[in-house]
C-alpha cells in the first residue's frame, strides 16, 4: 500500500515501477502475484477485464480490484486508463 495515503496515485507504468523497487508500495502474495504479471504484461489490464484479469492470475476478481484500491486508485477503471495512456504514448513513441 502507498506508505503515504495523501499521495496520488502513480501516473504513469514508469512511477509505478520506481514506487514498488523504492518499497514505497509493498504487497501481500496474493496482490504481489497479479501485480507481477500486470507488470510485465500491461497489455492484459488495459485490454482485459477485470475477471479475465483474475482467471488468468488464478485469483478472485476482488483481488484484482483490491490490487488497484492497493496501489492508490479509486477503481480498477482508473488503474486500466493509466495502463492505457501508457501503451498508448509507447506505441506512439515507436512511430
Same mark, same amino acid.
Given at each position: ?19 514498488? !523497487?523504492?518499497?514505497?508500495i509493498v504487497f501481500p502474495n496474493g496482490l504481489e502475484? =497479479?501485480?507481477r504479471q500486470i507488470i510485465d504484461r500491461p497489455e ?6 477485470? !475477471? !479475465? ?5 488464478? =485469483? ?7 490490487? !488497484? ?19 498508448r504514448k509507447t506505441a506512439a513513441d515507436r512511430h
Amino acid at each position: 500500500m502507498l506508505q503515504d495515503r495523501d499521495r496520488r496515485p502513480p501516473a504513469t507504468l514508469q512511477e509505478l515501477k520506481y514506487l514498488i !523497487a523504492k518499497r514505497q508500495i509493498v504487497f501481500p502474495n496474493g496482490l504481489e502475484q =497479479v501485480a507481477r504479471q500486470i507488470i510485465d504484461r500491461p497489455e492484459m489490464i488495459a485490454f482485459e477485464s477485470a !475477471a !479475465a484479469i483474475a482467471r488468468n492470475c488464478k =485469483v478472485s476478481q476482488t483481488t484484482v480490484h483490491r490490487l !488497484a484500491q492497493h496501489i492508490g486508485f479509486q477503481t480498477f477503471g482508473e488503474f486500466r486508463a493509466m495502463i492505457r495512456d501508457h501503451l498508448r504514448k509507447t506505441a506512439a513513441d515507436r512511430h
